[in-house]
């Protein structure tokens, strides 16, 4: 067999062997050979570089781990799907708590037993307000339902498919309705726990402790089908599902 032939004989078997250990070759330069077939430099260096082949620097050093953003909460709940409700229509949304549109208005409508019903932030606008500001944004309702706290918020949004609510270190997935008779607004829900409020005691009177903003105050977050936050209440607040 004549020098040649078995110096490009030589070539392929590296890379083969190189390939078979997994190592990307970025690159190549046929070495000088003896009547081996190996140069006596290469003595030393590995099996591909022997053979022609030497990996990049990027291949040989080691590929750093990607890390995942992790949330700072603990979720109580699974993810829900986005429902529809019906123009005029009403939804059970917490323990004694109705939500109820009509028209385009809207209202949070509160049974307890024993007790009449009634709408404690009454029927509120929507589409033709001229008091309503930015409609796009969630605010929070919030009121007792049962042992926890339903929040609440309405809001103009068609791209919405999670909103997460969160209060302290933890965080809810809200169930999310999309408004029949009202184009492209959405209401959510989560039911919550109470929270803690931080008080003072002094001469015998209980006064609320104020130091900046509360940690276990209400927070709410809507994202698209992709995860992309598109809103948050309040702006302080951290993302609970960062990518």
Request: glycine share 12%.
């Amino acid at each position: 067999m004549s020098r040649s032939k078995r110096t490009a004989r030589l070539a392929v078997t590296g890379l083969a062997a190189a390939a078979v250990a997994g190592i990307t070759i970025t690159g190549a330069a046929m070495a000088g050979t003896g009547k081996s077939g190996v140069s006596p430099a290469a003595a030393d260096q590995p099996v591909a570089a022997q053979n022609g082949f030497v990996p990049s620097k990027v291949d040989q050093a080691a590929t750093p781990p990607k890390t995942v953003a992790k949330s700072k909460y603990i979720f109580q709940n699974k993810p829900q799907t986005v429902g529809q409700l019906a123009a005029n229509g009403s939804v059970e949304i917490a323990p004694d708590v109705t939500f109820r549109t009509r028209g385009t208005q809207w209202a949070l409508i509160s049974h307890l037993p024993g007790e009449e019903p009634f709408e404690p932030f009454g029927w509120r606008a929507t589409i033709g307000n001229d008091n309503i500001g930015d409609g796009t944004s969630p605010g929070i309702q919030s009121m007792g339902a049962g042992k926890g706290v339903a929040a609440n918020s309405v809001f103009k949004n068609t791209k919405v498919a999670t909103v997460v609510y969160t209060r302290g270190k933890k965080a809810w997935y809200a169930k999310v309705y999309r408004l029949g008779g009202i184009p492209g607004w959405v209401e959510s829900t989560a039911l919550v726990s109470p929270g803690k409020v931080q008080k003072q005691v002094s001469a015998g009177s209980s006064v609320t402790k104020v130091t900046g903003p509360d940690p276990d105050e209400l927070a709410v977050f809507v994202y698209d089908a992709a995860g992309k936050l598109l809103k948050q209440f309040p702006d302080n607040a951290v993302n609970p599902l960062p990518k």
